[in-house]
């Protein structure tokens, strides 16, 4: 038994996708079949994959039934979390969406999922991405400053959101956790965040997290060994669709 993760499938079975860089990039091309491969070749009936965010451009859940049908398909026990272009999925009803798909799929919102002596927690995220003002050489001198209030209005409402998880799986006995978050950790400016605090304060063994595309933005967060945890990117272009094992 396994642990899988990988994020960004952004899959477009029954909606219109106008992303320059999936629409012409080499690595997109027939990723969704790669990516199927990859599973039927790795992922076990008895693994977990965990798809940290981005699974649709769909703008609602008509538009992706046929993307969910897909993930539905993949081997293995599927745990999703949400992304910043999941349109189709409201927090507030994620129960419905559990409703609906369980066993087959478990949308986490405000929960967690149990994984041998593990709980998965986790939320979406956020972190402040510009707009940033850049000098002749290319070096940040400034930033929006009412994009970056807003942002931190987002960044605490995702932080409560993932501390209610932990507080679950801590009052259920859990002592060990993976996290996950679709947004990283931390932007282009900071070395640790609201984000890096929690997860040295419930003594996560390692932070998941997507949403960096395009090898300029590979490196914008953490990645590897720092202040006592893994911090690992799993975007599928990174990746080159191959999910990564987080555990065994």
Not at 42 to 69: P, Q, Y
Not at 71 to 96: E, S, V, Y
Request: hydrophobic fraction near 35%.
């Amino acid at each position: 038994m396994s642990l899988y993760a990988i994020g960004d499938l952004h899959l477009h079975y029954q909606s219109v996708l106008k992303a320059p860089g999936q629409l012409h990039g080499r690595v997109w091309k027939n990723h969704e079949e790669k990516f199927r491969k990859y599973c039927g070749k790795m992922v076990t009936g008895e693994d977990t994959l965990v798809l940290v965010g981005d699974h649709s451009w769909g703008k609602n859940l008509s538009e992706c039934e046929r993307d969910l049908a897909y993930i539905c398909d993949l081997p293995g026990r599927k745990l999703l979390f949400r992304g910043n272009h999941d349109m189709f999925w409201d927090a507030k009803k994620t129960a419905q969406l559990n409703e609906r798909y369980q066993p087959r799929l478990t949308f986490l919102q405000d929960s967690y999922a149990a994984y041998q002596d593990y709980a998965l927690v986790g939320t979406k995220g956020f972190t402040f991405e510009g707009p940033f003002y850049l000098d002749r050489y290319g070096q940040i001198t400034g930033w929006d400053e009412e994009a970056f209030e807003h942002a931190k209005k987002l960044v605490e409402r995702e932080l409560a959101r993932l501390r209610k998880s932990f507080e679950m799986a801590q009052a259920d006995g859990y002592r060990k956790y993976i996290m996950f978050l679709h947004y990283p950790p931390t932007n282009i400016l900071q070395t640790r965040s609201g984000f890096t605090d929690m997860a040295e304060e419930y003594g996560v063994e390692q932070v998941i997290y997507a949403h960096c595309h395009g090898e300029s933005r590979f490196n914008d967060s953490i990645r590897g060994e720092y202040r006592g945890r893994m911090y690992q990117l799993v975007s599928g272009d990174f990746l080159r669709w191959k999910p990564l094992k987080i555990l065994e």
